[in-house]
């Protein structure tokens, strides 16, 4: 019996107070859900517009650290209309249960009870900030009324093998939930019918209002139970009604097979990094260009990409191969190939750069040789410079990861290599 379900009943609550440590120092001046991601977006434009596509227009973003890049970039981007009950409001961590910041992800709504209060939703969705994603809420919805849910969880299948960096969930064949190990180091149960995949939790909820607000009261009481994953599931999935959402099955209008299913948790500089290179791909898993589900973002105004330089004697030529270029970018004379660049990047003649990540308003000096890095806002690279081609030297200057991808943060002063 299918139920249909109005989408003004449900409230949506996004955590995006994340301190994103794994991420530094593309984290040392924002926080985690407002890092830029893909050319022109953000990562928390993702879940924003995940529940703007699916016709939710109820949604409070909680934050707290560095949150000030964040919140001027939502209010800057979504205007929506209050007077029909729709909002995309930022609400900042405000100390109302004591002088502490949240302490997880169940004590973030905790301390926000009151937003619960004053609308009286009989849903609520409590969704992370921090993925690189598109669901169609309504689906997972369905099946949570469907199944008279108190708790659904968003669950994704992933490869037995790599149980142990997810909370895995652990069902029965009607996918209530019968279990939820943390990070099992093995032996975790696998999906019913497919012995080689676990169920991992995408830390994407949707509670019935009323027993959201019983659980969590009871747990402050006790003085317990500050995170969903650790402490708030255990609890419930015996007493209550909890079943898993297989977002494998979530179909997105407008997409091919290849791309169902597609979701990045981008917490550490390895992941963001292979997050972003998908989107070079010929055929990216994750597709930007989906008219039938657009991803909105902050609006800018500046002028189209140029490429110019076309003198093939001197080498002197302006291209981009395999790359996503944004607006106001600027290749004159350099060479970039699998890139992303973002908005108002000059890259400058004889400039080589290579499988790179190029925040807003990077400067590439001329004859400057790039490769494997990711480079923060506003850098300027001075003629001549070299990163990514001698490790043990970037690591004196910068945040190299173990696979040799190098981190030139904010600010960063490069100074010229001088050969003597």
Known sequence: MHHAFSRRNVLTMILAGGMGERLFPLTRDRAKPAVPFGGRYRIIDFVINNFINSGFFKIKVLTQFKSNSLIEHITRTWRLVPEIG?????VPAQMRKGPFWFRGTADAVFQNLE????????????????????????????????????????????????????????????????????????????????PDMILASMGNYIFKASVMIDVLQRNALRNSGVDF????????????KVFAYDFGQNIIPGEDAYNQGYW??????????????????????????????????????????????????????????????????????????????????????????????LMDGVDVGRHSKIRRAIIDKGVKLPPGSTIGYDLDHDRERFTVTDSGIVVVPKGSSVEERVTA
């Not at 969705?125 to 949570?144: A, P, R, S």
């Not at 149980?163 to 032996?187: N, S």
């Not at 004159?332 to 992303?340: E, H």
Request: net charge negative; hydrophobic share 40%.
């Open 115 to 194: 937003l619960i209060f004053d609308e009286q939703p009989e849903y609520v969705c409590v969704f992370g900030g921090d993925h690189i994603y598109k669901m169609d809420v309504n689906q997972m919805l369905q099946e949570h009324i469907n199944n008279d849910a108190d708790l659904t969880i968003a669950t994704v299948p992933v490869p037995v093998g790599e149980a142990h960096q997810f909370g895995v969930v652990e069902v029965d064949d009607d996918f209530r939930v019968t279990g939820f190990v943390e990070k099992p180091k093995e032996g975790a149960r696998t999906i019913p019918g497919r």
């Open 229 to 240: 994953g650790k402490e708030i599931i255990p609890e419930m999935y015996p007493k209550t």
């Open 264 to 357: 990045r948790d981008v917490g550490t500089i390895d992941s963001y990094f292979a997050a972003a290179l998908d989107l070079v791909a010929v055929t990216p898993l994750f597709n930007l260009y989906n008219p039938q589900w657009p991803i909105v973002s902050a609006p800018n105004h500046w002028p189209p990409a140029k490429f110019v330089f076309a003198d093939s004697k001197s080498q002197r030529i302006g291209v981009a191969t395999d790359s996503l270029v944004s607006d106001g970018a600027i290749i004159s004379g350099g060479t970039i190939n699998r890139c992303v660049l973002h908005s108002r990047v000059r890259i400058n003649s004889y400039a080589d750069v290579d499988e790179s990540i």
């Open 86 to 90: 729709q909002y995309v409001d930022v």
